[in-house]
Nanobody
Framework: QVQLVESGGGLVQAGGPLRLSCAAS????????MGWFRQAPGNEREFVAG????????YYGDSVLGRFTISRDNAKNTVYLQMNSLKPEDTAVYYC?????????????????WGQGTQVTVSS
């Protein structure tokens, strides 16, 4: 069993930054890939970023490439998503996800545990 708790969401003006955190417990954090997804009302869940167990393998969704940065601290069992140059279209509920595999994937089917989500709202 894995517990994931996201934090850091909120309301921010367009162009501003925001950092999300996801604290994990229950499974050896350092052995699992982690991912961030988001879902806006009426839209399908979208891959945002993924990071391998050791932080070497990193992938981003096309819509956030160059603006968002995923990182992890295995000593703190935490994964982060630094979001810069935010746009109104980034508004969504952001979810942290854990994979039983060491390498990340852009497919949500590859992740077996999910956090409750944190709302990010970007005003224009």
């Amino acid at each position: 069993q894995v517990q994931l708790v996201e934090s850091g969401g909120g309301l921010v003006q367009a162009g501003g930054p925001l950092r999300l955190s996801c604290a994990a417990s229950g499974r050896t954090f350092s052995r699992q890939a982690m991912g961030w997804f988001r879902q806006a009302p009426g839209n399908e869940r979208e891959f945002v970023a993924g990071i391998s167990w050791n932080g070497v393998g990193i992938y981003y969704g096309d819509s956030v490439l160059g603006r968002f940065t995923i990182s992890r601290d295995n000593a703190k069992n935490t994964v982060y998503l630094q979001m810069n140059s935010l746009k109104p279209e980034d508004t969504a509920v952001y979810y942290c996800a854990a994979s039983p595999r060491p390498g990340p994937s852009s497919s949500d089917r590859e992740y077996d545990y999910w956090g409750q989500g944190t709302q990010v709202t970007v005003s224009s």
